[in-house]
């Protein structure tokens, strides 16, 4: 979430679907503490968050991911190969 873009106050805050925070730190650490889904449709909570064991660029480098779809996570569902049916009775 860019706050006051373009401005000497713009800043970014980090947020699921409710409350915003100015860092990922503080963001995991509320949804933890307070139990709180972190997203309603879906009722999913953060019950044990644990750090990157290496930088982003590390895993960027090691799976080929450069940004744009799919990014670090891996192929989204939109850019992934279709699954070939099988051919029943062959």
Do not use: M, W
Not at 9 to 20: I, P
Request: aromatic share 14%.
């Amino acid at each position: 979430l860019l706050i006051q873009p373009e401005t000497v106050y713009e800043r970014v805050q980090y947020q699921f679907e409710d409350d915003a925070y100015d860092t990922v730190p503080d963001l995991i650490t509320f949804y933890v503490g307070s139990g709180k889904s972190i997203s309603a449709a879906s009722g999913a909570r953060i019950q044990f968050p644990c750090n990157r064991l290496y930088p982003l660029s590390f895993y960027a480098s090691k799976y080929g991911q450069h940004g744009g779809i799919g990014g670090i996570r891996g192929p989204s569902p939109l850019n992934s190969p279709s699954p070939v049916p099988s051919s029943p009775g062959f």
